[in-house]
């Protein structure tokens, strides 16, 4: 079977290993920082003019993939609203001895609530494991999509990057429209 962003709209292990927007597993186990799983080599580059601190590197040539500076980023999370492609999460692989926190972008209502447990999903949609929610992060500035920070077991810090839908009913529940 072919995998890969072209064939399933999600990138590789491969393709994530060569990604120069990937940190590497040193850097990962310091703390916060932007995960970029921008794989193709498409005409855009928002996110480079999003980072306050200079971390993110495409150049000239804007086809070019983005680049993370690793020592730069402080994992404040200003990118991931930037990306049209939903590609950019904030992993902390050491929130604490147990768990990590992915910050992801969420476009759809109803929003869960800080304290919420939901169904974590992969890259693919598909549930992995419960998320508890930290923080939704709801700002003016970031247009009509929400920041989730969730905790999650630290073994799937390198799997989770979503959290599935909630039900409708919520939305007439909560108002929140
Ligand atoms: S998380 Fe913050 S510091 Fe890191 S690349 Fe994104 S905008 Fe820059
Ligand atoms: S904004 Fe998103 S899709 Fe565009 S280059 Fe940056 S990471 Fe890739």
């Known amino acids: 079977m072919n995998t890969g962003i072209v064939y399933t709209g999600i990138p ?3 393709e994530l290993a060569g990604c120069p927007g990937v940190p590497t597993e040193v850097r990962m186990k310091k703390g916060r920082v932007a995960v970029i799983e921008c794989v193709q080599q498409i005409p855009c580059n928002p996110c480079e ?3 306050p601190f200079g971390a993110i590197t495409i150049g000239e040539q804007i086809t070019n993939l983005p680049c993370i500076d690793v020592d ?3 994992g404040c999370g200003l990118c991931i609203v930037r990306c049209p492609g939903l590609a950019i999460t904030v992993v902390d ?3 604490n001895e147990l768990e ?3 910050d992801f972008p969420f476009e759809y209502i109803p929003l869960p609530a800080e304290g919420d447990i939901v169904e974590a999903v992969g890259r693919d949609g598909q549930p992995v494991c419960k998320g508890r929610i930290l923080k939704v992060k709801k700002l003016p500035s970031y247009g009509g999509t929400t920041v989730i920070s969730m905790a ?3 073994e799937y810090a390198d799997t989770v990057r979503s959290m ?8 007439d529940k909560r108002g929140d429209k």
């Open 152 to 154: 999650i077991p630290a």
């Open 12 to 14: 590789s292990a491969e």
């Open 164 to 171: 599935k839908r909630l039900p409708t009913e919520r939305t």
């Open 72 to 74: 730069k980023c402080t």
């Open 93 to 95: 692989k050491v929130l």
């Open 100 to 102: 990590a926190s992915v």
């Open 49 to 51: 003019g999003a980072c």
